[in-house]
């Protein structure tokens, strides 16, 4: 693989790649893709970390979300947020 400049067919890689590693283009286009990727480093880096990005998405497990602040507690983080704004202030 040669360094070179990103070109027009980069961009066009680059803006179907999510696609592509979702597997929803028509098997002409992925090969296309793949031939272009074989001989492009910066492509073929990009697509790494996007394959990275959505396994690690994929993975994620959301936590069950805290209770929200009642008033009492609310009320002191304006109280304490004033405060710290007058401080600086002075």
Request: glycine letters at 2%.
């Amino acid at each position: 693989m040669e360094p070179h400049q990103h070109n027009d067919q980069c961009k066009e890689v680059f803006a179907m790649l999510s696609d592509y590693l979702n597997l929803e283009l028509p098997p002409e286009t992925c090969d296309e893709i793949e031939a272009h990727i074989a001989g492009c480093r910066p492509c073929v880096e990009f697509a790494e970390s996007l394959r990275k990005t959505v396994d690690l998405c994929r993975k994620y497990q959301p936590k069950e979300l805290p209770a929200p602040l009642g008033e009492e507690a609310k009320a002191q983080l304006r109280e304490a947020y004033r405060k710290m704004l007058a401080a600086r202030r002075a």
